[in-house]
C-alpha cells in the first residue's frame, strides 16, 4: 500500500515532536569529529510548501508549527529556539513561514564532509519530489524499501550510525515489522542511535511495537509522547505521538523535557508531554 503522502499532515504537532527529538539527536552527536552514516528509512519529500493543496486540505500545521513560529520571539529555551531558528532559516521569506522542512533537510543540513546520509523512499510520486530537493553530495537518494535497506546497509564504514524510521503505520503489520527490523539492525550495529517514530490511536497498535522491543533483550530505550489530547472512546485519529531512542545521547530526556514544557501550553490546553525509559541499562 503506497497511498500515504506526508504533505496532507506537514508540520503538525506529531512533525514537531519528531523532528525537535531528531534535530537534538544529531546536534549531540555532532559534538564529536568522528564521522556518522545517517539513514532515514521513510524519508518523504524534504521540502514542504505550506500552501499546497494537499498540505491546505487539513491544515494541520495549525495545531502543530505554527502556534510556535507565532510565538517564537518570545521562547526562552535554548534547544527550542535553535530549532525554531533553523525553520526560519530554511524560508526564502524569513519573516513568513510558507516551507515546513521534513526529516532529509534535518538531516542533511548539519551534514560534514566526512558524514554519510542515505535516504529511502518507496512512494513513487514522494521519490520524485525527494529527487527535485537541492541536497549536499554525500547524500544518496534510493527509491525503495527502507526498511529492507536498513539492513542491508548495516554495518556501515563509519564508527557511529543514526537511523531514523518512520513510517505510516497504514498497516498494523508494520508494526511487528519495525520491531523485527530494529532488533536485526542492532544485532549488526549495536550501538547505533536508532529513533523510532509511531502515531498514538485509539485501537493502540503501537502497543504491539513497544511490547516486541521490551521483550527483545536490547537495553536503553527511550520513549517521550507528546499528547495533543486525551484518548476518548469516541475519539477518531491520531490524538498523540511517539517516539523511541534506543541508545539515546546524555541529556536528551532533560533537554526534551525543557523544550516542551515551552510548546505543549501553545498547542492547546489538553496538550501534555510524557517520558520515561521503556528499557533502562
Known amino acids: 500500500m503506497l497511498s500515504y503522502q506526508h504533505a496532507y499532515h506537514a508540520g503538525n ?20 569529529k568522528k564521522p556518522i552514516t545517517y539513514i532515514d528509512t521513510h524519508a518523504g519529500r524534504g521540502l514542504y510548501p505550506l500552501a499546497t493543496k494537499e498540505t491546505q486540505r487539513l491544515q494541520e500545521y495549525r495545531e502543530g508549527i505554527w502556534p510556535l513560529w507565532q510565538k517564537r520571539e518570545q521562547l526562552t529555551d535554548a534547544l527550542l529556539g535553535s530549532w525554531l531558528n533553523a525553520i526560519v532559516g530554511a ?71 543514526c537511523v531514523l524510521i518512520d513510517p505510516s503505520f497504514e498497516r498494523k503489520v508494520e508494526y511487528q515489522e519495525v520491531a523485527d527490523t530494529a532488533i536485526q539492525a542492532l544485532e549488526k550495529a549495536r550501538h547505533a542511535v536508532m529513533m523510532i517514530w509511531y502515531p498514538l490511536l485509539p485501537a493502540g497498535h503501537h502497543q504491539m511495537l513497544l511490547d516486541v522491543l521490551q521483550a527483545s533483550g536490547i537495553r536503553k530505550i527511550w520513549r517521550s509522547e507528546l499528547l495533543l489530547r486525551e484518548p476518548g472512546e469516541q475519539a477518531h485519529g491520531m490524538f498523540g505521538s511517539g517516539m523511541l531512542v534506543i541508545n539515546p545521547p546524555w541529556g536528551l530526556d532533560k533537554r526534551l523535557a525543557a523544550a516542551m514544557a515551552e510548546i505543549t501550553p501553545l498547542l492547546g490546553a489538553d496538550s501534555r508531554y510524557q517520558a520515561d525509559w521503556w528499557v533502562g541499562e
Open 91 to 161: 524560508q526564502p521569506d524569513h519573516n513568513e513561514l510558507t516551507l515546513y522542512p521534513g526529516s532529509p533537510w534535518w538531516l542533511s543540513q548539519p551534514l560534514r564532509e566526512h558524514d554519510r546520509l542515505c535516504l529511502f523512499e518507496l512512494h513513487p510520486g514522494e521519490h520524485q519530489h525527494l529527487n527535485g530537493q537541492a541536497l549536499p553530495a554525500q547524500v544518496k537518494r534510493v527509491y525503495g524499501d527502507g526498511l529492507a535497506g536498513l539492513r542491508a546497509m548495516l554495518p556501515v564504514a563509519t564508527p557511529r550510525v
Open 13 to 32: 504537532f506529531a512533525d514537531v515532536h519528531k523532528h525537535l527529538t531528531l534535530y537534538a539527536v544529531t546536534d549531540y552527536l555532532l559534538r564529536k
